[in-house]
């Protein structure tokens, strides 16, 4: 089981910037992909951006492509999401989550394994 840590959360206004990140402990085995999720008040849980090892390959929700960045260090087992040019639209708590298997075709919350306990990002206009 791998355990996921999310941090750097906060308030900010349209058009600032955010940098997440998630630490991986554990079977980090079982993080060859890892992803964002994000859930908005009274919404269901949404894709946001995925990254397999060793991190090149990436895939982003239409939503935020050109905005949002997400990478990964391998040798601090750490995945970050960059977001930029944020929109109140962007409001939501963001998950980080971990799949033991390779590929950025998984956009599902089903196809992920291990959760992180979500950081809340809040955009003001």
């Known amino acids: 089981q791998v355990q996921l840590v999310e941090s750097g959360g906060g308030l900010v206004q349209a058009g600032g910037s955010l940098r997440l990140s998630c630490v991986a402990s554990g079977r980090t085995s079982g993080s060859v992909t890892m992803a964002w999720f994000r859930q908005a008040p009274g919404k269901g849980r949404e894709f946001v951006a995925i990254?397999?090892?060793?991190?090149?390959?990436?895939d982003y929700a239409d939503s935020v492509k050109g905005r949002f960045t997400i990478s990964r260090d391998n040798a601090k087992n750490t995945v970050t999401l960059q977001m930029n040019s944020l929109k109140p639209e962007d409001t939501a708590v963001y998950y980080c989550?971990?799949?033991?298997?390779?590929?950025?075709?998984?956009?599902?919350?089903?196809?992920?394994?291990?959760w992180g306990q979500g950081t809340q990002v809040t955009v003001s206009s």
């Open positions: 989550a971990a799949a033991n298997t390779y590929g950025t075709n998984k956009k599902r919350e089903t196809d992920f394994t291990s």
């Open positions: 990254i397999t090892w060793p991190g090149i390959s990436t």
